[in-house]
């Protein structure tokens, strides 16, 4: 049983910083990709970033190029998103995914994902 628990989601202000982790648990579980997504309300849910576990190789998007970074602890079983110069449009739920296939579609589809975490919620607010 592959289990994701993200954490470090709350409340920041426009301009400010914040780091979203996420632990995957199962005893023979190694994932080939990991990623974010996020929905705000009443929106699809959409692709931040992603990242081949092994070697690091890192995939992202426009919206977030050059203010967030994805990142991962091997020995902790851990990936993190770190945010920066956060904007108001960044508010949403977070929910880190896994997969350990080589991705169905691309690896900005949520389709390419089998196991998804309960999400971690990023409020901005001035």
């Known amino acids: 049983q592959v289990q994701l628990a993200e954490s470090g989601g709350g409340l920041v202000q426009p301009g400010g910083s914040l780091t979203l982790s996420c632990t995957f648990s199962?005893?023979?579980?190694?994932?080939?990709?990991m990623a974010w997504f996020r929905q705000a309300p009443g929106k699809a849910r959409e692709f931040v970033q992603a990242?081949?576990?092994?070697?690091?190789?890192?995939f992202t998007t426009t919206a977030t190029d050059g203010r967030f970074a994805i990142s991962r602890d091997v020995p902790t079983n851990t990936l993190f998103l770190r945010m920066t110069k956060i904007k108001p449009e960044d508010a949403a739920e977070y929910f880190c995914?896994?997969?350990?296939?080589?991705?169905?579609?691309?690896?900005?589809?949520?389709?390419?994902?089998?196991?998804w975490g309960q999400g971690a919620q990023v409020t901005v607010n001035s």
């Open positions: 199962g005893r023979t579980f190694t994932p080939a990709f």
């Open positions: 990242l081949r576990w092994s070697g690091s190789r890192t």
């Open positions: 995914a896994a997969t350990a296939n080589t991705p169905r579609a691309s690896v900005m589809s949520a389709d390419s994902y089998d196991y």
